[in-house]
């Protein structure tokens, strides 16, 4: 049969028609940058994420962008992060001028570890004007925490926001993977100063092409973000500070807007995904199956095991037709882009590690059980095979 990693044209024949619609008002009006669709979007999210504000941009790549520089990070200070995410995560940093650092992530979540953070803080860095933390090798002043929400678990926010309170750090979700997700009955988005999220067609709330969105409780922050999408420009031609031209299209506002409502039952609907998953994957004791701690709420974003030999077993569910991913095979910290940063490998056992066991196995909305079993049934074949 085959079980494809993603399939979105099923998603897209349960809500065919509201799309379509959506789509034709919005070329009735041929109003296509910032207008009414763009601000109720911005309104429904606030209000489903629990939210003061949201301001809508290009990308979630860009709202990394925006919100580092709405958050007051300087050109040469310092951001630290995961190394075990999505490259935008880093390359946002470096694109605000920033530079990045990289803390271990707690091997069992895959998420930034409060516990390294510290570490790195304490014995890494000295106290600098204002109290915060300065890096003693580089001599970076230490703005920003930035969690990522991996694969659509929240990382330790309490723990986090606790470090980043002690060291007056801003702290910025990155939130791209968690839409919907929640935190001790709290949603990602609504758990720091500010966050980012994507709107990337492949994500659990996506699009008809990019898009993102910035969320946060903070009326100043709201409006100096709304500034930096339109080139820094609060009124028409007069430019307070230099931005970008990064905004959410209408069709794009529209689009979403349909899928918002369905985005908590879509959600739901992984959680059965993985519930199938980990009976079906139960007694291989090559696999580790995802799970999430006490008060988490997983929207699976990324189905993701931790698998031995990996890559064989990869290759051996590619030959019988069933999709798999590597979310991330080298850690951020480790690729060549970076090399100035003077990272070895070594530095980040627990990222280095996961980056050689993961596998990102097939998840969404419409997967059916039998295609859970088929992928399932296909793994314990390839553990029972000879070597
Ligand atoms: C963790 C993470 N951060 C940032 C991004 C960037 O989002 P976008 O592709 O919308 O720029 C993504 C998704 O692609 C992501 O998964």
Redesign the pocket.
């Known amino acids: 049969m085959g079980v494809p990693v993603l399939d979105l044209t099923r998603q897209y024949a349960s809500i065919r028609p509201e799309v379509e619609k959506a789509l034709k008002e919005v070329f009735e009006t041929q109003h296509f940058i910032l207008g009414t669709q763009g601000q109720s979007l911005e309104q429904e999210v606030a209000r489903h994420l629990g939210a003061a504000h949201a301001v809508g941009c290009a990308?979630?790549?860009?709202a990394?962008l925006l919100g580092l520089r709405a958050l007051g990070l300087r050109r040469g200070e310092g951001v630290l992060t995961t190394s075990f995410?999505?490259f935008?995560?880093a390359g946002a940093i470096h694109n605000a001028g920033g530079r990045p650092f990289f803390a271990d992530i707690d091997p069992a979540t895959f998420n930034l570890d409060a516990v390294h953070v510290r570490r790195f803080l304490e014995h890494e860095c000295v106290r600098g004007e204002g109290g915060l933390p300065v890096h003693k090798a580089t001599g970076c002043i230490i703005r920003v925490l930035l969690p990522?929400h991996?694969y659509g678990l929240c990382a330790d926010m309490d723990g986090l926001n606790g470090v980043a309170k002690e060291y007056g750090l801003a702290v910025l979700e990155?939130a791209?993977?968690a839409y919907g997700s929640t935190y001790k009955g709290r949603r990602a988005g609504a758990l720091g100063h500010l966050a980012?999220f994507?709107?990337?067609p492949t994500?659990n709330l996506g699009g008809a092409g990019?898009?993102?969105i910035m969320t946060t409780d903070d009326g100043a922050l709201a409006d100096r973000l709304r500034m930096l999408r339109v080139h820094g420009s609060k009124e028409r031609y007069i430019h307070e500070e230099i931005g970008y031209n990064s905004r959410l299209d209408e069709v794009q506002a529209a689009v979403l807007r349909v899928k918002l409502p369905h985005v908590d039952g879509w959600n739901r609907q992984r959680d059965v995904v993985a519930r199938w998953y980990r009976q079906g994957l139960a007694g291989i004791p090559q696999v580790e199956a995802p799970s999430a701690p006490e008060g988490y709420g997983h929207i699976y974003h990324q189905y993701v095991i931790r698998a031995q030999r990996r890559d064989e077993l990869k290759g051996f569910l590619q030959e019988r037709g069933i999709g798999s991913m590597i979310y991330y095979p080298i850690p951020l910290h480790l690729q060549t882009c970076f090399r100035f940063l003077g990272y070895r490998e070594g530095d980040l056992p627990h990222t280095e590690r996961a980056a050689r066991e993961v596998l990102a196995l097939p998840v969404f909305a419409e997967l059916k059980e039998a295609e859970v079993a088929e992928a399932c049934e296909g793994i314990r074949a390839f553990y029972s095979g000879p070597r």
């Open positions: 990308s979630g790549t860009d990394l995410t999505f935008a995560t990522v991996l990155d791209c993977q980012a994507s709107f990337f994500k990019d898009g993102g």
